[in-house]
């Protein structure tokens, strides 16, 4: 097999080996929150700014 080959029937025969139940899952609606988030900022734009320049470099 060269790089990046598979066998097609190794993928076709494929079982889920877990032992989930469905009441044990989490669902995604579960667990949303309500509330408020506030962010105090203490640097300017410019140093901000300043800042982000010397990340890409």
């Known amino acids: 097999m ?3 080959s598979y066998d097609e029937s190794e993928q076709e025969n494929q079982e889920l ?5 469905d ?3 989490v669902t ?4 949303n929150h ?5 962010f105090e900022f203490t640097a300017s734009n410019d ?5 982000l320049e ?4």
Not at 17 to 21: G, K, L, M, Y
Not at 54 to 57: M, R, S
């Open 47 to 51: 140093e901000l700014l300043d800042k």
């Open 2 to 4: 060269g790089f990046g």
């Open 34 to 38: 309500d509330g408020e988030v506030d």
């Open 28 to 31: 995604a609606g579960e667990n």
């Open 17 to 21: 080996d877990a032992d989930i139940d």
């Open 54 to 57: 010397d990340i890409k470099e």
């Open 23 to 25: 009441d044990e899952a």
